[in-house]
């Protein structure tokens, strides 16, 4: 079982930077591939960003390439999504999941935080 917990989301304007944590609980964190979704309103969950267990493996959707990097502290607990240059059309609700696939989307994650509200005005 993990918990997951989200936090460091916020409003900022166009072109500006945010980053995003997740905290785990329990411990086997660092045998699980975690991934970043995330929701606007009214469209459905997609894809941000994945990496695997060690953190050597690093997945990202086109949008977002080149703008957002992912990353992991295994000795923390922790996973993060650096978002960089961020645009209006970033405006979601973001999720952090954790799985055991290399399949990234909805149905292969396994444990799901709450969620945290990044707003991107223009």
């Known amino acids: 079982q993990v918990q997951l917990v989200e936090s460091g989301g916020g409003l900022v304007q166009a072109g500006g930077s945010l980053r995003l944590s997740c905290a785990a609980s329990?411990?086997?964190?660092?045998?699980?591939?975690m991934a970043w979704f995330r929701q606007a309103p009214g469209k459905e969950r997609d894809f941000v960003a994945a990496i695997n267990w060690s953190g050597a493996n690093t997945y990202y959707a086109d949008s977002v390439k080149g703008r957002f990097t992912i990353s992991r502290d295994n000795a923390k607990n922790t996973l993060y999504l650096q978002m960089d240059s961020l645009k209006p059309e970033d405006t979601a609700v973001y999720y952090c999941a954790a799985t055991y696939s290399s399949t990234w989307d909805v149905a292969h994650m396994v444990y799901w935080g709450k969620g945290t509200l990044v707003t991107v005005s223009s």
């Open positions: 329990g411990r086997s964190f660092g045998s699980y591939a």
